[in-house]
């Protein structure tokens, strides 16, 4: 009796150890349902066909945003012009879940022919493990700096291209344009972040936030749009997080939050999951730290009515006198081939073209086409598309398609979390801004420590 | 051979229980084995190459202050599992005579246990919220003037998840309680209202001993559920705010799967395995002295 039950005790125990590994999926089955009935019904890839020639070509097509945000448009019009060269988009959720999956999928062989990598460091992983194809042996026929603009640069891994950055990523701010009219107040263009909290201080009042932004993924781009040029690591080798500018960011924002209360505090936004674009599309915020992302939500006006105009300014310095202050985004949707791919030259066909304006229809998400191919008017009409009046258009174009320096996020995922852990205490007052820099500085050289 | 040999009947015994094994084999045995291995290993999941570093993933682990504090939270985590079975036990002890809405309110208590734990931990998030949430505008009303932040402050928040916790699994171990207490035999509960017992001494010497294996049985797997789980912390706070929800489950999880550190992973996770184990050994050797079959 005793035995038996040692034994099924133990293989509960047991059970524990192979569950932890195996319960990542149901974790975040909020997000992952929406995504499971993609998954790669890749049965009849890229692996057969190769002897009958009348076969059409079959290349599956990773990335992750939703079929109907404009892939699956693009990916008709490919295929009914070409009928030699089928191409397949398959949906992954850009979260850990996500990711992977694609990584596996590509680990494993199974059937991805071209996969849209959202992250720098993520594609870094990916190349070093061989799975990206050195884009640079095709630099004859497409020239991607010329094509792109020099912010491509920002996506050589070791000097070489594995991967072309498809579109405009920036972040820049919102504003409510009618607010700032009622308030006198200009609509800012070459300011720092001490402008903006005189901006939200004005224009705060009962049930309106001076300022917004979504403080759980979206809080860092002041920091390290500052530190990009700094370095994240001192001449020595260690960590450079007790840098002036990533201190100055963080007690602005504290302030903000606790004595001038223009920005919601952390607790706030931790406990409703706020959903900010709703928020400032309800006219509940005057300024609104985001991207082109938000003109998903921004163009519906069926879901989000507003009555107000939308202006934008760019991202604010950190400091007046600063001389190498960096927009966060750039270049974004690095689309690379898969080296293990048994069609690379149609695979590179099919980018060419998706690269050069066969992703336009995907603008109307805010996904602009980054290639001097694209008529800028047009990807602009598309990109508005449905709620053309509300916005003020000549700022966007200004802030949009500004020349202003910007950079990639190349910062290790590891660190990113750290940093927000800590300063998260930090804007809860559980531990003061010295011992909040103390702790990251800490953790980062022990990160450091470990990469070595 | 002939003194060895497999008899025809455990051949058939083998045979029934192999397509059981080859899965246990196959989906769990070897990839323990194999994660025994990776914890002494430095491996990105991406990359080919596995470096042997000896102990050093140890090492780092005590050296981590993540690793404490998620170590910690686990043990706060697992406090909710003795909590549970007593509250449990008094329900079901109470249910099990007669009240008004029997049926009903057994229900209402296994009802969480049935339901989506994302579900689940949106309402909670709501309830739990720091300005407009009924707990905290209850609070308000009986007049606490700084009612706890709860999931939104750093001290609160795992006693949010343990509360949470409590009351998922509360319905589960009630339902096992009332099957146990069908067996606890009526004359001996007659015998000892005849001796005058109350019906608080009858609870404490008859019910409680009797039911003791019971009461071992919902300890060990609450344990053992308990210390693998982080699903609603992963989708109420993501191990936050800052790490204070942080349990070693949800660790392991997030260096595996979103940092890619396999090897580190598997450190953590055969650290998390010698920990329930020696947690099960020692209840195992308690239970002389209190569990009666």
């Known amino acids: 009796m005793k035995k038996a039950w040692l034994i099924l005790v133990s293989f509960l125990l047991l059970w524990t150890m192979a569950a932890c590994g195996n319960s990542a999926g149901n974790s975040n089955s909020a997000s992952d349902t929406a995504n499971s009935g993609s998954s790669p019904a890749a049965s009849d890839s890229a692996s057969k066909d190769d002897g009958k020639a009348k076969e059409p070509v079959k290349l599956m097509f990773w990335g992750a945003v939703p079929e109907e945000a404009g892939p699956k448009e693009v990916v008709d019009n490919w295929n009914a012009a070409n009928p030699d060269i089928q191409v397949e988009y398959v949906r992954y959720v850009n979260d850990d879940t996500g990711n992977l999956k694609l990584d596996t999928a590509l680990l494993t062989g199974q059937g991805v022919d071209l996969f849209i990598s959202y992250t720098l460091p993520r594609l870094t992983q990916r190349v070093n493990a061989g799975h990206a194809v050195n884009l640079g042996e095709y630099q004859s026929d497409y020239n991607i700096e010329s094509k792109m603009g020099d912010g491509a640069k920002d996506w050589q891994i070791d000097g070489k291209y594995y991967a072309i950055p498809t579109k405009i990523n920036k972040h820049f701010y919102w504003i409510n344009k009618d607010l700032l009219d009622k308030a006198q107040l200009p609509l800012p263009y070459d300011w720092t972040w001490d402008d903006l909290k005189e901006y939200a201080k004005t224009l705060n009042a009962p049930k309106q936030w001076g300022f917004l932004q979504n403080i759980v993924n979206n809080t860092d781009d002041a920091t390290d749009g500052s530190m990009i040029g700094e370095g994240y690591t001192k001449a020595d080798g260690t960590s450079n997080m007790d840098n002036p500018y990533f201190r100055k960011h963080m007690e602005l924002l504290y302030e903000m939050m606790h004595n001038d209360k223009t920005t919601p505090a952390l607790a706030e936004q931790l406990t409703s999951k706020m959903p900010t674009e709703a928020m400032f599309l309800g006219g509940e915020a005057a300024i609104y730290n985001a991207g082109e992302w938000i003109f998903r939500y921004s163009n519906d006006l069926k879901t989000y009515p507003r009555n107000f105009k939308i202006a934008f300014a760019p991202s604010p310095r950190l400091m007046a006198d600063q001389k190498d202050y960096r927009i966060y985004g750039g270049l974004g949707d690095a689309v690379s081939i898969n080296s293990k791919s048994e069609h690379q030259e149609e695979a590179w066909k099919f980018l060419k073209w998706y690269a050069d304006g066969g992703m336009l229809p995907m603008a109307k998400g805010g996904r602009v086409p980054a290639s001097k191919e694209v008529d800028r008017e047009e990807a602009v009409k598309l990109l508005l598309f449905g709620a053309e009046d509300t916005y003020d258009v000549e700022s966007l174009k200004k802030v949009f398609f500004s020349d202003a320096p910007t950079f990639v996020q190349s910062l290790d995922q590891p660190v990113i979390d750290l940093r927000k852990e800590e300063y998260e205490k930090y804007f809860l007052k559980a531990q003061s801004l010295d011992e909040t820099v103390a702790n990251i500085v800490k953790r980062h050289n022990e990160f450091l420590k470990t990469k070595k | ?293």
Not at chain 2, 2 to 28: C, E, Q, S, T, W
Not at chain 2, 108 to 126: K, N
Not at chain 2, 167 to 180: K, S, T, V
Not at chain 2, 193 to 217: E, M
């Open chain 2, 1 to 293: 051979m002939r003194k060895y040999g497999l008899r025809k009947n455990h051949l058939y015994g083998y045979l029934f229980i192999a397509p059981n094994m080859m899965g246990i084999i196959v989906f769990f045995l070897i990839p323990a084995l194999f994660s025994l291995y990776l914890a002494f290993v430095d491996w990105n999941f991406t990359q080919k190459e596995k470096t042997f570093i000896g102990l050093d993933n140890f090492t780092r682990l005590f050296a981590d202050e993540v690793f404490r504090t998620s170590l910690k939270n686990t043990l706060i985590f697992l406090a909710a599992v003795p909590v549970t079975v007593l509250l449990s036990f008094l329900a079901a002890v109470v249910l099990n005579r007669q009240v008004y809405w029997k049926k009903t309110i057994r229900t209402m208590f296994f009802m969480p246990y049935i339901t989506s734990g994302v579900a689940i931990s949106f309402v909670w998030m709501l309830l739990f919220e720091p300005k407009q949430g009924p707990i905290n505008q209850f609070l308000q009303r009986l007049g606490v003037e700084n009612p706890p932040g709860w999931l939104s402050s750093i001290e609160t928040s795992m006693l949010a998840i343990d509360m949470i916790w409590v009351w998922f699994l509360l319905g589960y171990n009630m339902i096992i309680y009332l099957a146990a207490l069908q067996e606890v035999p009526q004359e001996i509960v007659e015998a000892a209202v005849i001796d005058g017992a109350n019906p608080l001494q009858r609870v404490y010497s008859i019910t409680v001993p009797l039911v003791s294996p019971t009461t071992l049985f919902l300890l060990i797997t609450g344990f053992i559920v308990t210390i693998k789980h982080f699903g609603i912390i992963q989708a109420i706070t993501q191990g936050g705010p800052g790490n204070s929800t942080s349990v070693l489950s949800l660790f392991v999880y997030k260096t595996a799967f979103r940092y890619y550190q396999m090897g580190y992973a598997s450190a953590i996770s055969w650290v998390l395995f010698l920990l329930i184990l020696s947690i099960t050994l020692v209840q195992w050797k308690l239970q002389k002295k209190w569990v009666h079959y």
